[in-house]
């Protein structure tokens, strides 16, 4: 069937800069990739080169159909030692911003994604409080140098993932497993996203601000099991909710899903038989996206929800269109009840480096070829484009 979006309902893209820009060799993901303990399964290199690529994809971005674009400026190039504040960086991504709205994109800007300078990292990284003043002095440098031009700006990304990651599996720096490190981390992230969402607002420019956050559509299985859904409410908890509920009054949550998560009375459960199961380890289930941004509505006390990560990696691009159609649908549904959404944004632009799995993902709706840096949009690329310019999918 047919399905349109409310007049203003934003249609975007989004990258980070690590995955994309190349050469970031002086954050602790480079340190991380090129470490001996064999996590990782490539290390980043030139990525897509987007540092000095950027107008080309910003002009084919543009011209797909896409009104927003959502990048990360990188701390580490920025600041690359304490206090020490890089203008020639700065004007880099000013000029970013300059050229997304040239090409009539607003600028949507992440302050944190995933990667530290290693010199913050060395000396304490996120389970050390003085990250906190760290981070609100990048962003207050960073805000008043472009903050007239952004459009909208993201704290810090998936601040869950950064700690559960790097202290409890240690497949992310700083690759510990720790439990009072793992809750220092879990504390500082939400004082820094309060102190820099602060600073942004305070700094040049008027945008909204947020945090974004990893979802996961968390069920209990039977789902009338006490001790099922006690499982899965004790990790909803701290992998979800301490978050959210540190986000209310803010201008918007963003959220980020990729499949779901089950839980029976002793704990996570396998994979559902029949249920596919895709590269980076989850079940293929667009429906995810309808219940994280319920969840979202409802803990944060109704902040309006901006769909900030949403996609699949996949060599399929007919598996791909499947699956966005599908959470798209979800997201009409939660907007025929009253939620307010603001927009959707896949993930990704470009088939990039993701992260400990190297390049083997391939979440993006253009291709790379990774020795000529040559971008190819997929039939992906022009479907979704076309729902963005029409603001809604055909039949």
Request: glycine share 8%; proline share 5%.
């Amino acid at each position: 069937m047919a399905i349109s979006f409310p007049d203003g309902f934003r249609w975007g893209t989004a990258t980070a800069a690590h995955q994309v820009e190349g050469n970031n060799v002086n954050n602790d993901w480079w340190a991380w990739e090129h470490a001996d303990a064999g996590v990782c399964v490539e290390p980043s290199g030139d990525a897509c080169d987007q540092y000095h690529r950027y107008p080309d994809d910003l002009r084919l971005l543009a011209a797909l159909g896409f009104d927003n674009y959502r990048f990360s400026v990188e701390w580490s190039r920025i600041e690359p030692e304490e206090g020490e504040f890089s203008r020639a960086e700065l004007d880099h991504y000013r000029r970013i911003c300059a050229e997304c709205l040239a090409n009539g994109v607003e600028p949507v800007v992440t302050l944190h994604h995933f990667t530290t300078p290693r010199w913050a990292a060395a000396d304490g990284g996120w389970h050390d409080e003085r990250i906190v003043d760290r981070f609100a002095r990048f962003c207050e440098r960073t805000v008043d140098h472009l903050g007239d031009l952004v459009g909208r700006a993201c704290t810090i990304n998936e601040p869950n993932v950064v700690a559960f990651l790097g202290y409890q599996m240690a497949v992310f720096p700083p690759g510990l497993i720790d439990a009072d490190l793992w809750r220092a981390a879990y504390g500082n992230m939400i004082a820094a996203h309060r102190r820099s969402y602060d600073v942004l607002k305070a700094g040049r420019g008027e945008f909204p601000v947020g945090l974004t956050l990893s979802m996961t559509d968390y069920q209990a299985v039977p789902a009338d099991d006490p001790k099922a859904v006690e499982a899965r409410d004790l990790v909803r908890h701290f992998a979800e909710d301490i978050f959210l509920e540190a986000c209310r009054g803010d201008d918007f949550i963003g959220v980020q899903t990729y499949s779901r998560s089950r839980y029976g009375p002793d704990g996570q459960l396998p994979s559902e038989p029949g249920v596919e199961v895709l590269p980076m380890g989850y079940e293929y289930w667009p429906q995810a996206l309808e219940a994280t941004i319920r969840r979202a509505w409802e803990v944060t006390d109704q902040v309006p929800v901006l769909v900030t990560e949403n996609g699949i990696g996949t060599d399929d691009d007919a598996q791909r269109q499947a699956y966005v159609r599908a959470a798209l649908e979800g997201v009409r549904r939660c907007l025929d009840d009253g939620v307010d959404v603001l927009g959707y944004t896949y993930w990704s632009l470009l088939d990039n480096f993701e992260w400990a799995f190297g390049y083997g993902p391939r979440f993006g709706v253009v291709d790379v070829d990774r020795a000529t840096q040559e971008r190819r949009p997929k039939p992906s690329a022009y479907w979704l484009g076309a729902i963005a310019r029409a603001n809604g999918l055909a039949d």
